[in-house]
C-alpha cells in the first residue's frame, strides 16, 4: 500500500518521549495524526496519514441518520528493548470486515488494515506513555458517507484509525471488584441481529440500559438472551464464571454475542496457564443457584479495555443482590490477568503471531 504522509511540521508534534506524572485516563489523550481512507467508485482508495484533526461530512451522510459504522478496538505494546508490538491485530482486522459482513459495509483487506494500523503508530511512536501498564489503544472505524436518505447500503465510506496513549485500566490495580444488574428489563441483541457485530448502534442502544444499572449502584447491565434464560454478555465484555472444581465458563458464542479477542485468548491460554476453559450456554437460575451454594467461586468480564474486570456482586431490580467470592478478587482472576498482561507486555513468552512489531517506516 502506497500511503501518503501528510505530517505536521516537526515543530508541532511530539518530538520527546511521553513521560506523564500521573496515571493517564483510559481513551481520552489523542497523538498528533489519524489514518484515513475511502471507499468510492466499488474500492477502497487514497490511503493517508494526516494531522489528528475533525472531519467533514454530509448532513445527510447515512451514518448520521441510520447508523452504518463499525469499529473495533486494539492495543499495543512497548516493550523493554524499546520497540512498540501490536497484541493480536489480525483478530482485530478479521473481525472489522466480520462486522462489515452484518451491516453491509464493503470489506478491507486484513494486511492493508494492519499496515494501516502500524504505519500510524510508527509515525506517532514517541506517544507511547512511559508508565507502568500503560498501552497504547487502537481505535479503527468505518462510517457511512454517502449523501442520501433513502435507506439503503452507503455508496462511499470512509476507514480512519485514532490512537489512544492510556493508562492502566486499574491504576491501582484490581482493588474492587465491579457490580452488575441482572434484569429482564432490557435486551442487548435480538437473534438474527446486530449482536455479534461492532457496530456502534449496538452502543447507542446500550446506553440506556447503562444509565438505568447506574441507579443501583451498578456498572453495567448483565445482558441475558430475549427469552431471560440464558447469560450473553455485559455489553462492553463478555461474561465468565470459574467453578469450585475451577474451570472457566464462557457463555457459548452466539449471534447475540460479540466474540471477545480477549476470552478467545484466554482460551487459546489456557494449557499454558494451566486452566480449563469451557464455552457452554449459561442458564441464569443455574448461575445464581450455583453463586448461592458456592459451586461458583469467581466472576467476571473480558475485555480488551481492561483485559479481565472481575465482578464481585450481582444486583436485581427488587433490591436484592447476590455477592460472589466474598466481593474479592479472586485467584483464577488473578492468574490470567498476570499471565495475560505478562504476554503482551513482553515479560511471558507470546505464542508464534501474537505480536507484531511495529516498523520503522518514516
Ligand atoms: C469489544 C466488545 C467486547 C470485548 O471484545 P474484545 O475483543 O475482548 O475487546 C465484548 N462485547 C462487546 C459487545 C464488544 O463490543
Known sequence: MEIDYQLKPKSQRRTEEFVPDKPLPFGVLRTDHMFIMDYKDGEWKNPRIVPYSSVEVAPGAIVLHYGQAIFEGAKAF??????IYTFRIDKNAKRMNRSAEILCIPKIDEEVQIEAVHALIDVDRLWFPKQEGASLYIRPFIFATQDSLGVHPSATYRFMIILSPSGPYYPQGFTKPIKLLITKRF???APGGTGSAKAAGNYAASLRAGEFAKKFGASQVLYLDVNNQ???EAG???HFHVTSDGTVVIPEFTDTILRSITSESVMDLSGRIGINVKQERVRIDEFVEGVKNGNIIEAGGFGTAAVISPVGEY??????SLV??????GEYTKRIY???TGIQTGKVEAPQGW???VEKRV
Open 78 to 83: 512497548q516493550h523493554e528493548d524499546g520497540e
Open 315 to 320: 444486583v436485581f431490580e427488587d433490591g436484592s
Open 187 to 189: 435486551h442487548r441483541a
Open 324 to 329: 460472589v467470592g466474598n466481593n474479592e478478587v
Open 236 to 238: 462492553a465484555m463478555n
Open 338 to 340: 498476570e499471565y495475560y
Open 355 to 357: 505480536l507484531k512489531k
Open 230 to 232: 440464558y447469560i450473553e
